[in-house]
């Protein structure tokens, strides 16, 4: 008789790996941070997800950058660490001032954190006003100052119009014009000029630039910007 043989299965032992999730500032992770047990060769995905006013930058897997694929399937061939890695979200303001102004911040490009507000307050220069602003081509009314909420890159121009002119006045000959000389004049006041005739003359008009503006005596006057730098006679 022989004796029985016994035939015994070769033992297959599980390996389990440890992978280690971790998020900086500015976003999470689907699973969530902490440290997971899974079976050696299983593929893990793990997704980044920013939080408003960042974006995700790239993954550190072990110590070393992989890139950016997202998800990234990390496979358990041993312990693993993967952290995601975000970046704030940022946008440029442009600022400039037309001709008459000055603004703070100056004019130039600044870089701004998305979702940031910036104030830009314009100043006009002696003779001019504030008259409104431009945001990215569009009129954007005349508060001073303006708060831009960064959620784009954005272009802002200050807008001046001129508040005083110069007017030139002088007499032809034959007689005189009160007032006279160089006057400063408010834009859209109207002002009285009174021509006098020396003895042996009469007043026959008015020349504004050399445009006849009639023989009204006195001549009642609106100041415009067109006026700036003219003469009347």
Do not use: C
């Not at 496979?75 to 660490?81: D, E, V």
């Not at 008015?206 to 503006?213: A, P, T, V």
Request: hydrophobic share 35%.
């Amino acid at each position: 008789v022989h004796p029985s043989r016994l035939t015994i299965p070769a033992s297959t032992e599980v390996v389990n790996y440890m992978l280690s999730i971790l998020s900086a500032t500015g976003g999470s992770t689907s699973p969530a941070s902490g440290t997971y047990t899974y079976v050696g060769g299983t593929g893990v995905a793990v997704t980044a997800i920013p939080q408003t006013g960042y974006a995700f930058d790239y993954w550190e897997l072990d110590g070393v950058n992989i890139g950016s694929a997202n998800p990234y399937t990390v496979t358990m061939n041993a312990n693993h660490t993967i952290h995601a890695v975000f970046k704030q979200v940022t946008y440029t303001l442009t600022i400039s001032a037309a001709t008459g102004g000055t603004t703070n911040p100056a004019s130039g490009t600044y870089t701004l954190n998305s979702g940031t507000s910036q104030s830009v307050l314009a100043t006009a220069s002696t003779g001019y006003a504030f008259d409104h602003w431009m945001l990215d081509g569009a009129n954007a009314g005349t508060a001073n100052p303006i708060s831009v909420t960064m959620n784009s890159n954005h272009t802002l121009q200050a807008i001046f119009s001129v508040s005083t002119i110069s007017l030139n006045v002088v007499a032809g000959t034959g007689g005189t014009v009160n007032p006279s000389g160089t006057q400063t004049l408010n834009i859209g006041q109207t002002y009285q000029f009174n021509a006098n005739p020396n003895s042996g003359y009469g007043f026959d008009h008015w020349h504004l630039s050399g445009q006849n503006r009639g023989s009204s005596n006195p001549l009642m006057l609106s100041a415009t910007a067109a006026m700036n730098g003219q003469t009347l006679t």
